[in-house]
């Protein structure tokens, strides 16, 4: 009798401190993870170099963006070119999207049918505006939810509800940090003096992603 009375007082104990099945314990540091933003550059839009100067994505085109067996895709300025070799991908005017293929001079085009906004970091990744986050310490397709970013009305009008989806990794930072896919430079722009620099991030399955796309953000990704 009393193995069975002591059996189910630890039964009771693990109820009280189980965890939700939803949510997930990750790293503590991510209680005040840093947030940062990227987007993709547009041929003829103003845009941000490493070195905060803004400039706009035109000029003479005398940088060619070829392919792994040496076909032109297009012919750009050096300051486009350069900027898409940064972030890794680009869009010209004419709705073509590129991406780096197997080293920084080589680019690919990107189906836009399968991905209107970008590839992710794998084959089955891609990218969905203010959806989308890199990070390199978290599993692909998990659903976090980032409280600072609930209620933040975004560039379009509409209201984030806080729940994003790894999709991405970064090159140019390690863990413990979260960068958002706001699409444009101008939605940066909007939202570098609403958005904190650090934020606190949890994992849940249940969260639930939204699509955050207007007729305008279409007619700017030329869709």
């Keep these: 009798m009393k193995s069975t009375i002591i059996l189910a007082i630890v039964f009771l104990c693990m109820l009280v401190n189980a965890k939700p099945l939803n949510r997930r314990s990750i790293k503590a540091c991510y209680k005040n993870a840093r947030l940062t933003q990227y987007w993709i ?23 060619s963006l070829k392919t792994t067996s040496g076909s032109t895709i297009a012919k750009v300025s050096k300051t486009t070119y350069e900027k ?44 969905s505006p203010w959806v989308s986050v890199a990070s390199n310490d978290m599993k692909h397709g998990s659903k976090l939810f980032i409280k600072e970013l609930k209620g933040v009305k975004l560039p379009d009008g509409k209201v984030h509800n806080g729940c994003v989806r790894v999709d991405d990794e970064g ?11 706001v699409l444009q430079y101008s939605a940066y722009q909007k939202l570098q003096d609403i958005l904190p620099e650090h934020v606190t991030v949890t994992e849940d399955s249940s969260c639930k992603i939204l699509n ?12």
């Design 171 to 181: 090159w140019s930072f390690s863990g413990c940090q979260i960068d958002f896919f």
């Design 212 to 223: 955050y796309v207007t007729a305008a953000v279409k007619k700017w990704a030329v869709i």
């Design 84 to 127: 898409f070799q940064m972030e890794g991908t680009g869009l010209l005017q004419n709705g073509v999207m590129v991406n780096l293929d197997s080293d920084k001079d080589t680019f690919l085009k990107v189906d836009r049918d399968e991905s209107p906004y970008g590839l992710g970091s794998t084959d089955n990744n891609h990218l």
């Design 41 to 63: 550059p547009k041929e003829g839009d103003k845009d941000m170099l490493n070195d905060g100067k803004v400039v706009t994505l035109s000029g003479s085109k005398t940088s």
